[in-house]
């Protein structure tokens, strides 16, 4: 049930608003594990070897987030979705580099938001689980950015 006369919080976010958000989460998340499963196989050559390697961690990660956000959506009386959102492919290794940075980006704007939201509601639970897959989507995007060979970008935080 949405919290709408709460005195304290003048916000018109609602639970089925955060439900709606995380099912976006969750696509998110499986977009994350496909990437990185098909990433970490045709990533070729010496150079690529670390990354790699690198990318299959990356993969079980996104899996246990997965996992944690179906669970917090079932906390709170969804359905958690089965659908991810699409994966860009490419033959080069550093398109596809760059693809997964984008994809963290937009992962980071989006779960800070999420952990504002979830205070916002007193979910405090909830948000200190998004805090805790942030702090691994970070470890991604600096990953991702050291394999680029470029400082790791601020990706603000979501609307
Ligand atoms: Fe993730
Ligand atoms: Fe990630």
Do not use: W
């Amino acid at each position: 049930m949405p919290k709408t006369n709460e005195k304290t919080n003048e916000s018109t976010f609602t639970r089925k608003q955060l439900i709606d958000a995380l099912n976006e989460d969750l696509s998110r998340e499986y977009q994350a594990i496909i990437a990185y499963v098909n990433y970490s196989q045709v990533l070729k050559g010496a150079a690529c070897m670390n990354i790699a390697d690198e990318l299959a961690v990356h993969a079980a990660e996104e899996l246990t987030h997965a996992l944690a956000v179906a669970n917090h959506i079932d906390y709170l009386g969804g359905m958690p979705t089965v659908i991810p959102k699409p994966v860009k492919t490419s033959e080069k290794a550093e398109e596809m580099l760059r693809f997964d940075l984008e994809n963290e980006k937009e992962t980071i704007r989006e779960y800070r938001r999420r952990v504002k939201q979830c205070d916002e509601l007193n979910e405090f639970a909830l948000s200190e689980s998004i805090r805790e897959i942030l702090m691994q989507e970070q470890d991604h995007l600096i990953a991702l950015a050291t394999a680029l060979g470029i400082d790791p970008p601020n990706p603000g935080i979501a609307d």
